[in-house]
């Protein structure tokens, strides 16, 4: 299991999943995930690695602006602050565009870089701040929902074909499985992290529609940054795919509302 971070070293156009503000809730990139796209990406990366992309899931729910200074409703309320990234492009270009100071931290030496304040904040879904202890030093997080914690689960291609086919199915089926557990685990989890980084003294902000365009609006020359670093083909798709997992979503909604 990787990140999109950590496999993008491999696969640079993977971090087109971790560009903000694409996907309006879960159900959408639930959907996504549960269409072509998963498999003309999984072709692409086994075509490249000899890995075979088996699932997509989620590590932490979604990512949010936390920090330990203030309250933040609007990208200019980001100037100056010192945010981590995971050592991705994609990230980093993100939080110089919200006004913001991108700082690369290893995960392991987030906690102390909030404690000493070597950073002021970080870009995390609530389980891994409360998990991580975070909250000892975070006091303010923003519900931005800027990018989905996706994880990529990963097999050497060449062995899960050297398999029987029966044998395949069963990994097969155990996959989809852990993509059902994994997936709603955090959901599940977040209600009693939100409770507890309130108990510790945390404020969370959910930022007005007026608010959240703001955030959009600032980020929205990332995607031409993309395009032009990694091509467009997989923004193309990756966009395609999303306008039809919402017309496939409209139509059950039609059903499953009236």
Same mark, same amino acid.
């Given at each position: 299991m990787t /990140? *999109?971070?950590? %496999?993008?070293?491999? %696969?640079p156009e993977i971090q087109v999943l971790d560009l903000p503000y694409m996907f309006d809730d879960d159900r959408v990139i639930e959907t996504v995930f549960a269409g072509p796209f998963l498999n003309e990406l999984r072709q692409a990366i086994i075509g490249r690695t000899g890995l075979r992309l088996m699932t997509v899931t989620n590590t932490g729910g979604w990512r949010? $602006? @936390?920090?330990? !200074?203030?309250e933040i409703k609007n990208p200019q309320d980001l100037k100056g602050l010192k945010l981590r990234t995971i050592n991705s492009e994609v990230q980093i270009e993100l939080v110089k565009l *919200?006004? =913001?100071?991108? /700082?690369?931290? =290893?995960?392991?030496? *987030?906690? /102390?870089?909030? @404690?000493?304040?070597?950073?002021?904040?970080? !870009?995390?879904?609530i389980t891994d701040i409360v998990g991580m202890k975070f909250h000892e030093h975070i006091k303010y997080i923003t519900l931005d929902g800027h990018a989905y914690m996706a994880a990529l689960w990963l097999m050497n291609n060449d062995f899960f074909l050297?398999?029987?086919k029966d044998m395949r199915k069963i990994v097969a089926d155990g996959f989809d499985n852990l993509k059902n557990v994994t997936t709603a685990f955090p959901k599940r989890r977040q209600i009693e992290a939100y409770e507890a980084f309130k108990k510790a003294g945390g404020k $969370?902000?959910?930022? /007005?529609?007026?608010e959240k365009m703001q955030f $959009? =609006?600032? @980020?929205?020359?990332?995607?031409?940054?993309? =395009? !032009?670093k990694f091509g467009k083909e997989w923004l193309d798709k990756l966009e395609a795919a999303i306008k039809q997992a919402k017309m496939d *979503?409209?139509?059950?909604? @039609?059903q499953e509302l009236n």
């Open positions: /990140t *999109l971070g950590g %496999f993008g070293n491999m %696969f949010n $602006i @936390a920090n330990t !200074k203030k *919200l006004g =913001a100071n991108p /700082t690369p931290i =290893a995960w392991p030496e *987030l906690y /102390t870089s909030l @404690a000493t304040g070597v950073v002021d904040g970080s !870009k995390n879904g050297s398999l029987p $969370i902000y959910v930022p /007005t529609p007026d $959009i =609006a600032a @980020a929205k020359p990332l995607k031409e940054w993309y =395009a !032009k *979503l409209d139509k059950r909604y @039609a």
